[in-house]
């Protein structure tokens, strides 16, 4: 079995265990980022639903939320700045 189809057997066991809130989740995660980080060449190879996959395990292994917004400045445009806005 190739390293590509290591990642995708282990997808497909993450995504059962992040929908039944299995405790080898976190287990799994790692073998994923291990099998990743030692051929960064597999990454190239997951679909934008198996990222999905992986992305989630890690937000509620972390607990932690991905903003996806962008945060606007409230700025002047050029042609009303002053003098006064200078200083």
Do not use: C, W, Y
Request: proline letters at 5%; a negative charge.
């Amino acid at each position: 079995m190739n390293l590509a189809e290591q990642v995708k057997e282990k997808i497909t066991a993450l995504e059962s265990a992040l929908l039944s809130s299995h405790p080898t989740m976190p287990t799994l995660l790692r073998e994923i980022h291990k099998i990743l980080k030692d051929d960064p060449e597999v990454v190239t190879l997951l679909s934008e639903p198996d990222i999905a996959i992986i992305v989630s395990g890690l937000k509620r292994q972390t607990n932690t939320e991905i903003t996806t917004s962008l945060l606007k400045t409230k700025t002047k445009s050029l042609k009303n700045v002053s003098v006064d806005d200078m200083f």
